[in-house]
């Protein structure tokens, strides 16, 4: 048997790679990031095919980058690329020449490949052929594609109840695959239909949608130059959306002053090199920031309530000309309530709580008295927080005081990770669908499809590891290495029956598995996709609500890989068999027969396959947008929460997990984090130097780091402290290293996000190192 449960570093490798420190970069992109993204996608790929990938990602007509969600330009699109260096690490990845064939499985042990780091595991190459793992045995080893369909359905057939089956998506699942994958789901019994976005924006998801009516962000990339004011807050665009850049330095030419809220100085909040400007090229540098505000981590709300507790007094001098008293009075409900409350606040506090100081609160305030076209943006630096929804919510109270969502130029920006998360979840991605949607399903295919919620991503983990779900299916993705508290979720996914990933690269997920595990390999979006000797397009939804159609251009590298389409409908064949209500040879003929679907079943899809192939796609309906908000009562809502208080020992320190410059959520690509000037090495730790001080630690020391939540001791062994400027009390990991001591119990209120960026650690000096 593969007992990977006794080796050593399984969940989480504890090898040392070499650390070399450098400076942190003053600014993002320029000729580095050129150099970096050719380096990577001819080294993979070589020089035609990876050029040839690089030239149709992102341009009409061509394919999405399976990367981040990031909108492309509605108007014409550069010709020299509209791509960055994480894109095209994404493709070069993607388009490799290496394949694991069966003689690789062959020659290495699941046990011997769990060893491997993430970065090591992910080097190997595109997976060629379905592999099987027997139970008991210690190399996956091939099946036909027919006798793996076979096996899913048997084992999900025999299940006591559809609910014992748990069916995860990675944001990377084109609509047309989600969609169905949804409603095979359904008609097999189940809403257990967990996905990435349970990890990241489904905070921003309810608090948007319980103020505003929408779970979507309202504005379009046109806005942000249009914007006389943007701010940015837990997010890091120069690593994570780094296009992102491009608009912030056009609103910048037009005009717009930018307000950067993070623990952390990131390099692409400050300058930026746009190499497709001579100016990039040449090395001169944009600055970006005028205002850094460098918060104590979970200290967003206390500042944005001490911003708006400014701007009530500003507006006590002018009255009416600091809120949009017309705005508020006709769109908006509980201002007087919030303004009582917003009176009782201390802003010596609040300074307090979130480490600005009361001058630099004041720089805001005045800032943003006069202005009405704002935009706030942000990402898992707010979501992953206990009080996640309620900071959220500030942020709509501050741009509803200055009536700033609903017109050009403004309204909320919450910006997506994983390319089509947005769209998984309009496709029907989802453990609690509305009424509305099943509905609609049932009017549609003719079956009830089950109203009972399923479980999210915290739930599936528990519902495993407690025995009341025994089969894993995921669609995309890496699960235990996104996901929070590595050896509880690893323990989950052993105890499974069946694990299934659809993949096409080999990653931790295959090597911790269940009794029986399948990889089935999937072409990537660069792939050509051939049906009935015609090329198949599939269509994505960016952050901003554009769909737009996806179509691979290179040769895949075996004749054995399946689209995930053509999976899922083979999957709903060999389980539902004679009890489908489903007609799943519809859809294998021609993809727009899934689309037609589509747009039977869900709004805003209207004449999907036409528009669909109009360059640049269309626009899904956004009602925050037009002015209105889809809530019961039809006006958008103030909230009224309290500060959230994180109580640290004397010794504790306040943890977030972040990514490096050399990655996508958990793809890694390298060691490097050159923006921060970390080569060579991912166990490091950064922390405030007096905090260092206070611990009698130096740089180059090793440390153990602990977190107890809910009397569970959790380690993550042997990393290297580095001095960095964070405030004090706070420090910063690696993800997903350290997802080690990510407690699956605490997550965010109402959003069950696991609380990733808040985590009470402390650190232990390792002696002898
Ligand atoms: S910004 Fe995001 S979508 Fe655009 S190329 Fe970079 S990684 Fe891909």
Redesign the pocket.
């Known amino acids: 048997m593969s007992d990977n449960k006794n080796t050593p570093g399984a969940e989480n490798p504890e090898h040392f790679t070499g650390l070399h420190l450098g400076h942190i970069k003053k600014s993002a992109a320029g000729i580095p990031a050129i150099v970096e993204s050719i380096k990577q996608v001819v080294g993979e790929a070589g020089a035609v095919r990876g050029l040839k990938a690089l030239n149709h990602m ?1 341009q009409k007509g061509g394919f999405d ?1 399976p ?4 909108p492309d330009p509605d108007d014409d699109r550069s010709t020299l690329g509209e ?2 260096e ?2 095209a690490k ?1 493709v070069a990845e993607e388009a490799t020449l290496k394949k694991l064939t069966p003689e690789f499985f062959a020659e290495n042990s699941v046990q011997d490949l769990a060893a491997l780091t993430d970065y090591e595991i992910g080097r190997k190459g595109r997976i060629a052929q379905p592999m099987f793992l027997p139970h008991g045995g210690t190399h996956y080893q091939p099946i036909t594609w027919d006798d793996a369909f076979h096996k899913i359905g048997a084992t999900l057939n025999k299940l006591s109840s559809p609910n014992e089956a748990i069916f995860y998506t990675s944001g990377r699942t084109s609509n047309e695959a989600a969609f169905l994958y949804q409603l095979f789901v359904r008609a097999y019994g189940t809403n257990n239909l967990p996905d990435c976005s349970n990890m990241c924006h489904e905070s921003s998801g309810v608090a948007l949608g319980e103020s505003l009516g929408i779970g979507k962000g309202s504005v379009k990339l046109e806005d942000f130059y249009e914007a006389e004011v943007i701010i940015i807050l837990g997010q890091n665009p120069g690593t994570n ?4 850049l491009t608009a912030l330095q056009k609103a910048k030419a037009n005009g717009a002053r930018i307000i950067a809220v993070n623990p952390l100085p990131e390099t692409g909040l400050m300058g930026f090199n746009n190499p497709q400007s001579v100016k990039g090229l040449l090395g001169m540098d944009i600055h970006l920031t005028d205002i850094f505000l460098p918060v104590i981590i979970n200290g967003d709300m206390a500042l944005l309530k001490a911003v708006e507790y400014y701007l009530w007094q500003h507006e006590q001098r002018e009255p009416g000309k600091v809120f949009d008293r017309n705005f508020i009075e006709h769109n908006t409900v509980d201002f007087d309530a919030f303004i009582n409350d917003l009176q009782q606040q201390n802003p010596e506090q609040l300074a307090k709580a979130c480490g600005i100081s009361l001058p630099q609160i004041r720089e805001v305030a005045d800032l943003l008295k006069d202005k009405t076209k704002i935009i706030a943006c942000w990402a898992m630096g707010l979501t992953q927080h206990v009080n996640a929804v309620d900071t959220i919510k500030e942020i709509v109270n501050l741009l509803l005081l200055k009536g700033s969502i609903g017109k050009p130029g403004a309204g909320t920006c919450p910006v997506r990770g994983h ?1 089509n998360v947005q769209g998984d979840r309009t496709m029907g991605i989802f453990e609690k669908p509305s009424e509305q949607f099943l509905d609609s399903i049932a009017a549609n295919f003719h079956f009830t499809p089950p109203n009972k919620h399923g479980y999210d991503v915290v739930e599936a983990i528990k519902a495993m590891h407690g025995g009341k779900a025994s089969v894993f299916i995921a669609m995309g993705g890496n699960f235990l290495s996104a996901t929070p508290d590595t050896l509880y979720t690893a323990a989950a996914l052993r105890k499974c029956l069946l694990t299934v990933h659809v993949s096409t690269k080999l990653n931790r997920s295959h090597l911790v598995h269940g009794h029986e595990a399948l990889i089935l390999p999937c072409l990537g979006r660069s792939d050509k996709d051939l049906v009935n000797g015609e090329e198949q397009i599939v269509s994505c939804e960016n952050s901003m609500g554009v769909v737009q159609l996806s179509k691979g251009v290179l040769h895949p590298v075996s004749d054995q890989l399946l689209s995930e389409p053509v999976i899922v409908c083979r999957l709903a064949k060999a389980t539902l068999g004679n009890r489908s209500p489903i007609n799943w040879d519809n859809y294998l003929q021609h993809y727009d027969q899934i689309r037609e679907d589509i747009e039977r079943t869900i709004p805003g899809f209207g004449d999907y396959n036409k528009r669909l192939r109009d360059p640049g796609g269309f626009y899904l309906p956004n009602c925050n947008r037009d002015g209105a908000f889809n809530t019961t009562s039809k006006k958008a809502h103030f909230n009224i929460a309290p500060i959230h208080t994180i109580h640290l020992h004397e010794d504790d320190l306040l943890m977030m997990t972040i990514r490096s410059h050399d990655q996508f959520n958990t793809t890694i690509y390298g060691l490097n984090d050159r923006y921060r000037g970390i080569y060579k090495e991912r166990r490091v730790i950064l922390m405030n130097q007096g905090d260092m001080d206070r611990r009698n630690l130096k740089q180059g020391d090793v440390v153990d780091i602990y977190n107890h939540h809910g009397g569970v001791e959790r380690v993550a062994h042997k990393f290297i402290v580095v001095p960095y400027p964070i405030p004090p009390t706070c420090a910063a990991t690696y993800f997903p290293e350290t997802n080690v001591l990510v407690p699956v119990n605490n997550v965010a209120k109402k959003s069950n996000t696991p609380v990733s960026k808040a985590v009470i650690i402390s650190v232990k000096k390792v002696s002898g190192e």
């Open positions: 992102n980058c990367s981040c969600a990031w791509y960055c994480n894109g994404a959306h780094p296009r992102m390319s």
